[in-house]
């Protein structure tokens, strides 16, 4: 993540329409998805989701947890004309149920989360059971168990991470037949050639030099269409490329953010949601958060391109919304903070819905809908500057999973798109992809490749969790 600056005229407060100030600032990235800075009107930046490339003892093979199958043999390796398109995609009948009646997954008012099971990856238990063995507090370890029960996002940051989602999704397609009720799988899609621009900690694999949006197309997104439409009989909520639309509203021009960069990134994003435009998947486009596209003239810029976006993919009916605050620590809501605000009238998430809710209103998107990452936003003063997104210490799990919590504009569910646990970049100088907002005073410098699991600082965020586990 590098860091750019920027001056803007702040017109508008973020909650209430008033207030005028002059904002300059420092901007950030997030190698955790999302994490922004402000930059002077929030021209925050981004970087990397704080996935990365799994490859370490923390990124277990899910084929072998709890729950899981072999990906060769499940449905997602089906011709996806003989399924989605001949059954009822809204009964699991579809998928071979014995329920009686059948489990009708359409969701209530359109919110995926909402009379739903929440199904927990397999992947992400065998990486806290490895914490847990690590550990002889059995308090500690008590805690740790009932993160094992808490939904956190799959992340398909690699085209070879697209060959564990069949499993993935037959193992909530398995509990949905024997609870006989929805439940609701999170992914998120990040692969985007060019990935993260303002970023170090997690570029991507792919590189619009090296044939990339052709690769994007064909080897990622292709394969992903064909395993979701043969798993229609479930409900599947996606979080559509973190850090992308956002770096071009703020970063344009600056590191690696080029002019032709940044039409990929609509491009591409524009594809994938035509793409996945099914009626059991439920698409949110990230959003970055408050500390980003907080300031008025961000947001503007921000609903502007979201809006050509989705008018370029045709408006896809299933576009649900916008996820925000991804991988990133900005609290809910508060009144007070150690770092400088900057002018940014959004003080809290809650706060940047309702003011990227009128933004969006204002471009013909009134009818778009929320979902905040809550994963580590439990503990607020903790980093010196708006813009730090790595690792930063102290951090502490915020509000669990949950639909329709209220509080601001269409929210449809405050959820954990991060993995807590999982490092949003490596900590030493002269590792590859080092970012340097990895090494400032607030991170933890211990930290291995983002995506890699952190035993550590994962403790470290149950220990500190708001509400307490």
Known sequence: MATSVAVILALAACSDGGGDATTEGTGGNTSGAGAGTPTGSGAGTPTGSGAGTPTSSGNVDPTTSSGNVDPTTSSGNVDPTTSSGNVDPTTSAA???????????????????????????????????????????????AKMEKVKEIQTAFWLDTISAVSKLPAYLDAALKLQNELCKPVTALIVVYDLPNRDCHAKASNGELHLNENGTQRYREE????????????????????????????????????????????????????????LNMPHVYQYIDAAHSGWLGWPDNQKKGAAIFAEVIKAAGSPANVRGFATNVANYTQLSYSTEKYDQQSNPCYGELDYVDAMASALSAEGLGDKHFIIDTSRNGVGNIRDDWGYWCNNKGAGMGQRPKASPGGATNLDAYVWVKPPGDSDGVGKAGEPRYDSFCGMPNADTRAPQAGVWFHDYFVECVKNANPPL
């Open 95 to 141: 998928s071979g149920g014995s329920c009686s009646p059948a489990v009708d997954i359409k969701a209530p008012d359109g919110n995926p989360f909402a009379g739903a099971e929440l199904f927990v990856d397999p992947g992400y238990v065998t990486k806290v059971d490895s914490s847990i063995a690590m550990v002889t507090d059995t308090a500690l370890k």
């Open 220 to 275: 990622y997104i292709a394969p992903i269409k064909q395993i979701l439409a043969a798993h229609s009989g479930q409900r599947i909520a996606a979080v559509i490329e973190p850090d992308s639309l956002p770096n071009i509203a703020t970063n344009l021009g600056t590191e690696n953010c080029d002019e032709v960069t940044g039409q990929s990134y609509k491009d591409n994003v524009a594809h994938t949601l035509k793409e």
